[in-house]
C-alpha cells in the first residue's frame, strides 16, 4: 500500500510541475487520461451488463 501512495503522490507532484510549466500538455494530459479511463470504465460496465442478461 506504501508504494501506491508514494506512486500516486509523485504523479501529483509532476502534474503540478506540468500545469505551471506546460498548461497546453496538462490539458491535454487530463483529456487523454479521463478519456481512457472513461472508456475503460464504460467497457466493464457494459461487458458486465452482457454477463448478467
Known amino acids: ?22 498548461t497546453l500538455l496538462f490539458v491535454m494530459h487530463v483529456f487523454f487520461v479521463g478519456g481512457a479511463v472513461l472508456t475503460l470504465l464504460l467497457v466493464l460496465l457494459f461487458s458486465g451488463f452482457r454477463l448478467l442478461f
Open 1 to 22: 500500500m506504501g508504494v501506491i501512495k508514494k506512486l500516486l503522490n509523485n504523479y501529483r507532484f509532476l502534474l503540478q510541475d506540468l500545469r505551471e510549466g506546460h
